[in-house]
């Protein structure tokens, strides 16, 4: 068997760090070798640093639990015992820029859950399915940091994938207006029930920043690369709201649409039936057999029954019917943590090691 690529966790005794440790465990490709975290976590085992915080209902793996965590902020030391790193830390936007650069200023490959280099020009933000070209920018990127293997990559919110995804496998109708509402699970905040007692029984309006992201994100997904960066797309006009709502883990949304060339039902389920992307056709292992599931059923996709849907990588769809105003509307639903988090960006990482652009250094 060929060996294994060494898998560094920055950010590794948080929420999300604690996903890519637990989705790694038996990684075909991927194996966590080194694992950092701020100074106060600097020092300790892994177990030592996370006790009384592992937030998985899975237990921990028993080959991190001995792995000394490292501070995040000593680049060299880390970045000497690996081949990539999984990024997902809490800091300030301009920090985590800085540390993200630093590591790929350090010849390696940063795969980020986090927010800060989404519109970095020449940095690709990347669903493996829909839109693999963008890593092309890669090239320019590394130039820019003076680097020939490392670079930034980095996934989109969590929330699109809930809607993304459908819209791309239409987008040769010429989506031209959208309408979008996501019930996003407290999990997306990093939260428990435990830690947020507040949330039982209870619906809140506003997630900071969400909106925003959820309508100006998939503009960038849907764009091009011009001249060694990413030039966002003009349409379709998107508006959201995103709404917290009281489950674990599993983002929904309920869209509307218009399109430019408006398409028969039978089309819309044909389109999301036969869509397939390269994490299919390299058949990766962490990729999903059939991108988009629909549910004839009435009362599906539900967040509790659906959101497992392979491995948590699956994209749910159900509840297509012509509307009154716009052309269509319909439902979506996906995993906020597995695909719209650690599953996403391992996904991305498995994409970019089949192409060449992540190799054993
Ligand atoms: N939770 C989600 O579902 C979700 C979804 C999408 C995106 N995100 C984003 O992912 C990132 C991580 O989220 P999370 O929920 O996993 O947060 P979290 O549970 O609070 O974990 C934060 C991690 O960052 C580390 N950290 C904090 N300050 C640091 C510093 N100065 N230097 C180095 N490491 C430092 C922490 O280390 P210590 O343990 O040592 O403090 C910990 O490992 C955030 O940017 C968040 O916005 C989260």
Same mark, same amino acid.
């Given at each position: ?11 590794? /005794? ?106 970095? =020009? ?9 839109? =693999? ?9 590394? &130039? ?23 819209? /791309? ?21 990093? &939260? /428990? ?24 994100? =998939?503009?960038?997904?849907?764009? /091009? ?47 999301? &039936? ?88």
């Amino acid at each position: 068997m060929t060996q294994k690529l060494r898998a560094g966790i920055v950010g590794g /005794t948080g929420m999300v760090g604690q996903r890519f440790i637990a989705l790694l465990e038996n990684h075909p490709w991927f194996q966590v070798t080194a694992i950092a975290a701020s100074a106060n976590s600097a020092g300790k085992t892994y177990e030592e640093s996370v006790k009384g915080r592992w937030k998985l209902s899975t237990p921990m793996p028993d080959n991190v639990k001995n792995i000394p965590v490292q501070d995040a902020s000593h680049v060299e030391e880390v970045a000497s015992g690996v081949d990539l790193i999984f990024c997902a830390v809490d800091m300030k936007k301009n920090e985590i820029q800085a540390l993200e650069e630093a590591y790929a200023k350090a010849g390696v490959p940063v795969i980020s859950n986090n927010s800060a280099h989404r519109w970095t =020009p020449d940095v690709p933000m990347v669903v493996p399915e829909i839109n =693999p070209e963008h890593l092309e920018v890669i090239a320019a990127q590394r &130039k820019r940091l003076g680097t020939e293997t490392g670079f930034i990559a980095v996934k989109p919110n969590c929330s699109i994938q809930s809607y993304v995804p459908m819209l /791309t496998a239409l987008r040769g109708f010429q989506p031209t207006q959208v309408v979008a509402s996501t019930y996003q699970a407290i999990s997306g905040a990093g &939260k /428990t029930f435990t830690d947020w007692p507040d949330m039982l029984d209870n619906v809140i309006p506003y997630i900071g920043g969400e909106e925003e992201k959820s309508e100006q994100e =998939p503009l960038r997904i849907w764009g /091009t690369v011009e001249d060694g960066a990413i030039v966002k797309a003009s349409g379709p006009q998107i508006t959201t709201q995103c709404i917290r709502v009281p489950v674990t883990d599993g983002h929904l949304a309920t869209v509307f649409v218009s399109f430019e060339n408006k398409p028969s039902k039978e089309e819309i389920l044909e389109s999301w &039936k036969n869509y397939k992307g390269r994490p299919q056709e390299l058949e990766l292992p962490s990729a999903p057999k059939q991108f988009i599931t629909y549910f004839e059923e009435d009362n599906r996709p539900q967040t509790n029954l659906d959101r497992d849907l392979e491995n948590g990588m699956g994209i749910s769809a159900g509840r297509l019917r012509e509307d009154s105003l716009y052309d269509f509307k319909f439902v979506g639903l996906s995993h906020n943590t597995l695909r719209g988090a650690a599953g996403g960006a391992v996904l991305i990482a498995e994409l970019l090691k089949a192409k060449g652009y992540i190799t054993a250094r």
